[in-house]
């Protein structure tokens, strides 16, 4: 080789080697920032996953429940993203995590998170560090309302079969779940085929989403959520028929309201099977069969995370046998707690009741003492009650009210003697003197509930009833409903069958397919993939079941059906008229009633990335 040549060999393998050294340096440092590409964007999508379940309400520390917790978004948002190695005291690497709020949407939290990327073989060629920069956007759905619109769940005995069509229900704990209610009961009433069934409510220690509390079932209770709004009088949630009464059957039964001295003049319901139905299947109790209710009010400070509720009252109510009420005085037997056994009379001032409102009548539950009602009434207000009522009503905000059903001395959840079947009510009004109407107070059951409904088929065949609200949020999602113990219903023509129906008023369909499932006795059943498929998504369109079918030996008796129902992307309701119905197709002439829990649910939870 000529020295020109190998000349020239040594500068084309110099450049080669040059080109080269810099391909795997550019590949090594794209490599590297990719890394720290993916790290930033899942770090700030885990931040901002974690702390929107605080907004808007508790964005910044200062707004942290209680004080100093970190239980604000910022702070969970800045906590995750350090989880995920981001940390902002890490100024070597110039790493900065932005919480903040989005413009317009209040249930959004928007998280920003960016740190320096390093450059190592391509420094030598110029590159300097440089910013890798990630946003991310989280949403939370509001809780499905369960219930009915407006500030009213179930119907006072003056409304029943006239202007509201149920009444809420819980039943004790030596009581067969069979009756209706699903979590109150023992879950050995009747047992499940493998075992005493784990069904505990949503809300409730067992289920790991309430705090350890010894004043209330571990198991949990049914659970209200009550918005009173801003620039009225306050607000004040009430209870109908507070006390476990049983009045009698049929035609002995109490039809009335408790509100006038002149039985003339009480309102009353429209009779026939429309009454409270607490003496169902109690011949021949006693004492020790009749439950004591406990009303316990929480202030929400955030609607996702129970343990900064704060406790602000518990009402414990014993029980009284009414099968006295026609009687002009000593109406009321005392059942339960340390007086059992007293008489108490009905009073009455100017032709009103002045005592004994937790029979057939309202009462504030936070501030009821029942001095004359013969030591009936038990009131706990802790030192922030005072806080949160002012002048007589709440402030303005969100509030949780818990039913709990004890023993008949009210110091047990769990006795088998208690098999008593309570019926009541619950409101919001506002604060004004006059307890008037609160139009823009909302009341809902929260996650399940259980309710008793009395219906007259009529010529139709048919009857419907309010069951839960969906805004437009849900759009796209799939929305379940767990329904336990709907068979367990008398028709003239041996046939019961259950839709759901839209807001449009029409069964609810979709393209994408409708699972129905006999969960049997267990709602875990699901995840351990143990049901019965009643429909498939493959060859169903439609949320519609036979509940009962005495030719077929069809039967959702003591079962849980479960439905999934996806939910158009195009769903796009007016607020207020995004309300699902529950229907019953049971034949023309069909007068009966049902007791029945339902759970609704979003599949795969309600906190979400934003696109």
């Not at 590159?127 to 759905?141: D, G, I, M, N, S």
């Not at 059906?561 to 023309?588: A, C, F, M, R």
Request: net charge negative; glycine share 10%; charged share 15%.
């Amino acid at each position: 080789m000529k020295r020109s040549q190998f000349g020239q060999a040594i500068v084309v393998v110099a450049l080669a080697g040059t080109l080269l050294l810099a391909g795997v340096g550019l590949g090594v440092d794209v490599v590297v920032g990719y890394f720290y590409s993916v790290a930033t964007e899942r770090a700030a999508a885990a931040a901002a996953l974690s702390g929107v379940v605080f907004m808007p309400d508790q964005f910044s520390p200062s707004n942290a429940m209680p004080p100093g917790s970190r239980n604000d978004a910022t702070d969970r948002a800045l906590d995750e993203a350090r989880r995920n190695g981001f940390d902002t005291a890490d100024a070597a690497n110039g790493i900065v995590v932005t919480p903040s709020q989005v413009a317009g949407y209040p249930n959004h939290l928007q998280v920003t998170v960016e740190r320096t990327a390093p450059v190592f073989f391509m420094e030598a060629f110029g590159f300097r560090p440089y910013v890798v920069r990630k946003t991310a956007v989280a949403a939370y759905l509001p809780p499905i309302s369960l219930g009915e619109p407006g500030s009213q769940l179930g119907a006072s005995l003056g409304e029943l079969g006239r202007t509201r069509f149920s009444f809420m229900r819980t039943e004790g704990w030596g009581a067969d779940r069979g009756y209706g209610d699903a979590f109150t009961p023992s879950p050995f009433n009747p047992p499940a085929s493998a075992g005493a069934t784990d069904d505990v409510h949503q809300i409730s220690y067992a289920n790991g989403t309430e705090l350890m509390d010894p004043s209330v079932a571990d198991r949990g209770g049914y659970n209200y959520r009550i918005t009173i709004p801003s620039g009225g009088a306050g607000g004040v949630v009430q209870i109908y028929n507070a006390a476990y009464a049983p009045d009698g059957y049929g035609a002995a039964a109490n039809f009335c309201d408790n509100d006038n001295q002149n039985p003339a003049l009480r309102a009353c319901s429209s009779r026939g099977i429309t009454w409270y139905h607490e003496d169902d299947d109690m011949g021949g109790a006693t004492a020790a069969n009749y439950p004591a209710m406990r009303y316990s009010l929480y202030w929400v400070n955030n609607l996702f995370i129970r343990s900064t509720d704060v406790l602000l009252s518990q009402l414990t109510v014993y029980p009284i046998d009414a099968g006295n009420w026609s009687q002009p005085s000593n109406q009321y037997l005392v059942m339960g707690g340390s007086n059992r056994g007293r008489r108490v009379t009905q009073q009455y001032s100017a032709g009103l009741p002045t005592n004994m409102l937790i029979y057939h009548n309202w009462i504030d539950p936070a501030t009821y003492d029942g001095s004359q009602d013969g030591g009936l009434v038990s009131l706990q207000q802790t030192g922030a009650f005072s806080t949160y009522n002012q002048g007589g009503s709440l402030v303005p905000g969100t509030y949780r009210l818990r039913v709990d059903t004890m023993d008949n001395n009210g110091r047990s959840f769990t006795n088998a003697s208690t098999i008593g079947k309570k019926g009541y009510a619950l409101r919001a009004v506002n604060g004004d003197a006059g307890r008037t109407t609160c139009t823009n107070c909302q009341t809902a059951a929260w996650y399940d509930m259980c309710f008793f409904t009395p219906f007259d088929a009529g010529l139709g065949g048919s009857f419907s009833m309010n069951l839960f609200q969906l805004p437009r949020d849900y759009a796209g999602l799939t929305v379940t409903i767990d329904l336990w113990d709907p068979g367990d219903v008398f028709s003239t023509s041996g046939f019961v069958a259950l839709n759901v129906l839209g807001p449009a008023g029409t069964v609810a369909s979709s393209p994408l397919g409708i699972n129905i499932y006999d969960l049997h006795e267990k709602r875990s059943n699901l995840a351990r993939r143990n049901y019965q498929v009643w429909a498939s998504a493959a060859n169903n369109l439609l949320a519609s079941f036979t509940a009962l079918d005495t030719r077929t030996a069809v039967s959702a008796d003591s079962q849980w059906i479960h439905l999934e129902i996806p939910i158009p992307s195009s769903y796009n309701p007016l607020p207020g008229q995004d309300w699902w119905k529950l229907q019953y197709v049971t034949g023309p002439g069909t007068v009966t009633y049902d007791t029945v829990t339902v759970a609704v649910g979003l599949k795969g939870g309600p906190v979400h990335l934003v696109p």
